[in-house]
């Protein structure tokens, strides 16, 4: 599966339980809400580290750059 369509789905699951967790009227459904957001984040966090892990292994650095652009 493709890793942008993993990392939209899950963000949109976040925004679906703060939603949900907005309306929810007792603290155990606060509560689970809470849980859940905690463990997407931790889940979308594994893709932003693979992406970053990534991007510092082609040797790419922005600081690199000059006027002229990327030098190859």
């Known amino acids: 599966m493709d890793p942008i369509k ?3 789905e899950l963000s949109s699951q976040i925004l679906a339980t703060l939603k949900v967790m907005s309306k929810a009227k007792t603290p155990e459904e606060r509560l689970t809400c809470s849980k859940t957001v905690k463990n997407l984040s931790d889940s979308i966090s594994v893709f932003f580290e693979l992406i970053q892990g990534i991007s510092s292994f082609d040797g790419y650095d ?4 000059d006027e002229e652009g990327i030098p190859f």
């Not at 922005?62 to 750059?65: A, L, M, S, T, V």
């Open 62 to 65: 922005e600081d690199d750059e």
């Open 6 to 8: 993993i990392v939209d």
